[in-house]
């Protein structure tokens, strides 16, 4: 079945550094979703990108989708203590009706 | 304000028991899920409803069934609980396009 492979799976950073994860799957995905999950929270909908090649910017997170659709990234410029949880992707998982779940990318920050 | 409610944050019971998670929407939507979330394993999804009545089997369907009368409910047993379904247990719901939108969590504890 699809799988989507997440990289890296921690990441620790001292405050004010940059951070990316990074996101693969094994097919072809019509769209990626990326989702923030705070300690002690529950999954929170970020953004989700479509088009091939498609760079979206919130604030401070830079979001890419690979030219093939088979990649996406997220980039955190200078972290702050506030971007501290687990980023986990999400694409389309071989049926009309669900996602599959990268496994995510736990991130610290030291202040 | 969209929600989707769990019907207990912590839950602890003993082996063997039978155990009840239930998850409303008030979003109108077909589709919804229970994921389960363990340290190091992302998110893990374990059955999908995409209409009243209608079910899949996820990923680790094992030692779970579910059940959907409703379409705004969705119901998780444990027919028989082990220690080693101890975990954090995510329902979410999804209107077919955009984001899933999960609930606070039940974080489930098996003795």
């Known amino acids: 079945g699809q799988q989507v492979m997440q990289i890296p799976q921690y990441q620790h950073v001292q405050e004010g550094e940059d951070f990316t994860t990074y996101c693969n799957s094994s097919?072809?995905?019509?769209?990626i979703q990326w989702y923030k999950q705070r300690p002690g929270g529950h999954p929170v909908f970020l953004i989700q990108?479509?088009?091939?090649?498609e760079v979206k910017k919130q604030k401070r997170l830079t979001f890419q989708f690979g030219e093939a659709k088979k990649n996406s990234s997220l980039h955190i410029t200078a972290t702050q203590t506030t971007d501290v949880g687990t980023y986990f992707c999400?694409?389309?998982?071989?049926?009309?009706?669900?996602?599959?779940f990268g496994k995510g990318t736990l991130l610290t920050v030291n202040p | 304000d969209v929600k989707v409610t769990q019907s207990s944050r912590y839950l602890v019971k003993r082996t063997g028991e039978k155990v009840f998670l239930e998850c409303v929407q008030d979003m109108d939507h077909e589709n919804m899920f229970w994921y389960r979330q363990d340290p190091g394993l992302g998110l893990r999804l374990i059955y999908f409803?995409?209409?009243?009545?209608?079910?899949e089997k996820g990923d680790i369907p094992e030692g779970y069934s579910v059940s959907r009368e409703k379409k705004e409910r969705f119901s998780l047993i444990l027919e028989s609980a082990s220690t080693n379904q101890t975990s954090m247990y995510l329902c979410a719901s999804w209107g077919g396009v955009g984001e899933l939108f999960f609930g606070e969590g039940s974080r489930l504890t098996v003795l």
């Open positions: 990108l479509v088009k091939s090649g």
């Open positions: 097919t072809t995905l019509s769209n």
């Open positions: 999400a694409g389309p998982g071989g049926s009309n009706y669900k996602l599959t």
């Open positions: 409803s995409y209409d009243v009545k209608m079910k």
